[in-house]
Each structure stands twice: as structure tokens, then as C-alpha cells.
């Protein structure tokens, strides 16, 4: 049985992490992304911090090809212990 997804596949989707403001998260950012999706520009990486510095919210927008595909990226975010909270 396959699941039917409410998203139109291929589409333009933001990964969005966040996690300490730490030099390296966003290349953890990106790298957790790009297992799944192939290479990201810098253009396709935005880079917010939190008013007091502390955290850095990360949003990661591909081309999505599949629900499978978004699945297994956010299974990755997720399971990572750097990132802190996925959406």
C-alpha cells in the first residue's frame, strides 16, 4: 500500500532546524540536507539567530522529489543531537 501525500511532488520545501549557535551547525545543517537532496547553494541556506544570540535557526529550501524523500531528511534532522527542534 503507498501513501498519498497532499504535496505536489517535485516542489520547492524548507527544512527548518534549529540549534545552538555553534560554527559548526550550519555545516551540519546543510549536510543533513544534503544526503538526501544532493548540493544546496549558499542562496538556497538561511541563516536567523535568536535575539539573544544563543541559538540559530537554520532553513534549508530543495526541490523535494518525493514524500519518501522529505521522510528520511527529517528522520536524519531529527535523530541528530545537534539539532534541537525540526519543522
Do not use: W
Request: proline share 3%.
Amino acid at each position: 500500500m503507498t501513501e498519498e501525500s497532499a504535496i505536489e511532488f517535485p516542489c520547492e520545501f524548507p527544512i527548518k532546524m534549529m540549534g545552538r549557535n555553534a560554527p559548526e551547525f550550519r555545516a551540519i545543517a546543510v549536510a543533513l540536507v544534503e544526503k538526501h537532496a544532493g548540493s544546496v547553494s549558499d542562496d538556497a541556506v538561511q541563516v536567523a539567530l535568536s535575539r539573544n544570540e544563543r541559538f540559530v535557526s537554520i532553513t534549508v529550501t530543495i526541490t523535494a522529489t518525493s514524500q519518501q524523500q522529505l521522510d528520511a531528511i527529517y528522520q536524519d534532522v531529527t535523530d541528530h543531537e545537534d539539532v534541537l527542534m525540526a519543522l
